[in-house]
């Protein structure tokens, strides 16, 4: 890649009409921005041969046969936290990992398919891995997102049957989100309709969304903190329907634990994640306690599986 390259206003536009739908046609995205279908195709073939962009399509937890998720704070004693986490990141359902400052040592995101799972895991697993003095498990209840949406229309399916064509066309999919319908047809031998009604199916389900990725070339300077929030139980949904409107909230949970909600943010300024906290967080109605911890690195973490959440409705609707 060239040292000189950039990206540029226009190519940001691009990048976020991207986020939306990653399946987007070039014409519907120069149609969006007032621009002509050439330069749109131009811009983002550009971009993808400098590895500065992936379009992909993400899929949701359940795709892969996890319908709990839960948030694990840490406490280590008398062994480094980075020799922990390593090695906590090797289990296959620990699906995100960070060091963090703050109260905890280590945050962990964990996935299982079922709740029964959950001793297991603690008693059997974790608590041999020397060093972790406390753990602190919260479940999560409900997704809502912020300013990046993985949205879908329809009602969802916790336990999809999928065949093995749906995973296969799934992993194509991941890979490059903008392929045509022919060549995954012609690579997966079946007829093109086959594979445009399975996305159909896909989307409406809620199983997958396209998007796009930027290189950490592009975010280096981004950095991901976690806001742990005590608000009142009856109004806990609207509460995180506003902090999830706030600037740098990339996604909010509604937690059962020690804390009801949990706010992911993305952050370059350390001063604007404090005004975000302090200032805003604090003073949405019914926030009565906030801890903050900031992620000083990212062991394990697969941006190619989500929450998929359902289109928000109106209180009236």
């Known amino acids: 890649m060239s040292e000189s390259f950039s990206i540029d206003e226009t190519d940001r536009k ?41 379009v992909i399509a993400v899929s949701d937890f359940a795709v892969h046969g996890y319908n709990v998720i839960i948030q694990m704070a840490i406490e280590i004693d008398g062994r480094p936290a980075s020799q922990v986490v390593n090695e906590l990141a090797t289990f296959p359902e620990v699906f995100a990992a960070y060091l963090v400052t703050g109260r905890h040592d280590i945050d962990l995101i964990v996935v299982l398919r079922e709740m029964e799972e959950l001793a297991p895991l603690i008693v059997g697993k974790f608590s041999r891995v020397r060093g972790i003095r406390t753990m602190t498990p919260a479940i999560a209840l409900e997704y809502q997102y912020g300013h990046t949406p993985v949205e879908y229309e329809g009602a969802r399916v916790t336990k999809p049957d999928l065949d093995e064509l749906d995973h296969q066309l799934i ?3 991941a890979e490059d989100a903008r392929v045509s319908n022919r060549k995954i047809a012609a690579d997966l031998g079946v007829n093109e309709g086959t594979i445009r009604g399975r996305i159909k199916r896909l989307q409406q389900d809620g199983m997958i969304a396209f998007t796009a990725l930027t290189s950490p070339k592009m975010e280096s300077a981004t950095k991901v903190a976690f806001i742990n929030i005590q608000a009142d139980v009856d109004n806990v949904r ?17 937690m059962l634990g020690r804390f009801n909600i949990l706010t992911f943010c993305l952050f370059r300024d350390l001063d604007k994640l404090h005004a975000l906290a302090s200032d805003q967080i604090l003073a949405v109605k019914g926030v009565h306690h906030i801890e903050t911890s900031i992620a000083v690195r990212t062991v394990k973490y697969n ?14 609707a």
């Open 171 to 173: 992993a194509i999919l």
């Open 303 to 316: 941006p190619r599986v989500v929450r998929i959440t359902e289109t928000p409705k109106s209180d009236d």
């Open 14 to 54: 691009i990048i976020e009409q991207l986020r939306k739908n990653g399946r987007a046609t070039n014409q519907q995205i120069a149609e969006a921005l007032d621009l002509i279908a050439p330069t749109v195709s131009a811009r983002i073939r550009r971009m993808e041969e400098a590895d500065m962009l992936r």
């Open 238 to 254: 609207a509460i995180a329907r506003k902090i999830a409107e706030l600037p740098m909230v990339n996604t909010v949970m509604i």
